[in-house]
């Protein structure tokens, strides 16, 4: 009997090593095919030095440094190499606003113009519509990306009755003993900032912008910002509720909670933020259902703005695709990029095998800038999507719209030739983002351009006239543009 019982513990131990050895050669593979993959994303957006971390439970599982944060001298990237995070910033103003909340010094539900020192917006704009991005139009019905962010600066400095530097260092710098982040105010703090470039007539030396409010400003490393992501997950800043409220879409299909994106795919709750400036970029995705959260810095802007995440989707994303793929879903078979001689078929997961499509299409539009080749890589696979996804306006949205769009005038500026092999797509797509968002000012700019390619004055008089008359929009690029073909081809001043 004695024997069985040992011989019992003896498979026992034996079948525990046999499962902790097959474990950890599935975190190896894991880590070896993300690695794989982000050498082949940073060579593919041509970023000099790229900083990655994955924590899981508390714990780091991946950190790596890729590349340079200086090329003229080779210095490479390391622990010690700083980031501007630009919009990632605001997920610590979202955290300040809601400690006040906590404090019962401000209501999400106070009107905007209460902590402005002139009236701006009105009574019916509130706290609550600025940090969620859904101030502009039919306010709280929709998300747009906007400036008006920064508001809440002034929110976090009349209710603490302190400045936004002090609030920021009191509640979250110090606390959490954040050796490596700081507001960046001027060129007495760069030492140890990864140099910025810019990718134009290739790689050149750019620029930092300084100054800092609560939509940008903030400089850190990914140590510190897994330090501040385990405060976050551990409620240590602030509460279980306050943080659930803040992580949470504003509405019904809003990508927006309070400072942070919030986003469903694949049955996974993600909450994320990005960082874009024009020399850096930066992306934080969690999924708080498996406490895993992925951190990445660089120093250009390619690791943002290819995937256009200021519309809401970091689906769109290769970076948080190969995440996903690696260390979320499991489907480490399916390969990340596709080669344009051979397109893979989906043996599995379709929705995001769709995804991944759509997102290389999307990249290559974008380097198509570059590259005049990948025009054609890019058309291949949205042939391939079309063919194989018929039912395009299921799942098209204004990331594809960007991409279409995007293609027709790579063609026109680089004088490829006319570019209309998406041209049925293009008013499709418009036709129904319009029809669910009347005022949306991407889809008007994109269809508005698309008719001047098409010398049809009437239809982008229709959609530039939108976007300037629009009421309760602030200003930006697309304003601009559209007022100056008005003034130009309509004579309205």
């Known amino acids: 009997m004695k024997n069985i019982i040992l011989l019992l513990i003896l498979i026992g131990f034996l079948s525990s090593c046999t499962e902790k050895e097959d474990k950890e050669e599935m975190i190896d593979k894991q880590a070896a095919q993300f690695t794989s993959e982000l050498t082949e994303l940073k060579q593919y957006f041509k970023i000099p030095g790229l900083a990655v971390s994955i924590e899981k439970n508390g714990e780091n599982v991946y950190r790596n440094y890729f590349g340079v944060a200086d090329i003229e001298k080779s210095t490479e990237l390391d622990a010690t190499t700083l980031f501007p995070i630009a919009s990632i910033t605001k997920v610590f103003s979202g955290v300040l606003t809601m400690k006040l909340v906590e404090q019962k010094k401000l209501s999400l539900d106070d009107p905007i113009d209460k902590f402005l020192p002139k009236p701006m917006l009105g009574d019916s704009i509130l706290v609550k519509h600025i940090l969620s991005h859904t101030s502009q139009g039919n306010v709280g019905k929709h998300f747009y990306y906007s400036s008006r962010f920064g508001l809440i600066t002034k929110v976090i400095e009349k209710a603490s009755g302190t400045s936004f530097s002090e609030m920021m260092e009191k509640e979250i710098i110090t606390p959490l003993n954040l050796k490596n982040t700081f507001l960046l105010k001027d060129s007495t703090q760069i030492s140890r900032i990864a140099k910025p470039y810019i990718l134009d007539n290739g790689i050149e030396v750019g620029f930092i912008d300084y ?13 510190d910002l897994a330090i501040f992501n385990n405060a976050l997950d551990n409620n240590l800043i602030i509460s279980s509720t306050s943080k659930n409220i803040m992580f949470t879409s504003f509405g019904n299909n809003l990508p927006y909670g309070y400072g942070i994106f919030n986003q469903q795919f694949e049955n996974l709750n993600m909450v994320w933020a990005y960082g874009q400036y024009d020399c850096y970029s930066s992306l934080l995705l969690k999924i708080p259902s498996k406490n895993i959260t992925l951190s990445l810095l660089a120093n250009n802007s390619l690791l943002s703005d290819p995937a256009r995440l200021i519309n809401g989707d970091v689906t769109s994303s290769l970076f948080a695709l190969s995440f996903l793929k690696n260390y979320v879903l499991k489907l480490n078979e399916m390969p990340l990029f596709e080669k344009q001689d051979a397109i893979s078929k989906p043996l599995s997961n ?62 026109f500026y680089m004088e490829l030739g006319e570019f209309n092999d998406f041209d049925t797509q293009i008013e499709n797509i418009g036709k129904k983002i319009i029809a669910q968002e009347p005022n949306n000012p991407y889809a008007h700019s994109y269809l508005g351009t698309f008719y001047v390619r098409k010398d049809n004055k009437e239809k982008a008089k229709y959609h530039f006239e939108n976007i300037v008359n629009a009421k309760n929009f602030s200003k930006n690029w697309y304003t601009n543009e559209a007022q100056q073909w008005l003034n130009e081809n309509i004579n309205i001043k």
């Open 211 to 223: 100054g800092y409010s609560s939509s940008a400003g903030i400089v850190s490393n990914s140590e």
């Open 350 to 411: 379709t929705e995001f095998y769709r995804k991944k499509i759509l997102g290389q299409a999307l990249a290559e539009s974008y380097m198509a800038r570059f590259q005049p080749e990948k025009l054609k890589t890019s058309k291949k696979l949205l042939n391939h999507i079309f063919s194989e996804y018929p039912d395009y306006l299921e799942y098209a949205d204004l990331n594809l719209l960007h991409n279409l769009s995007f293609l027709k005038d790579v063609a």
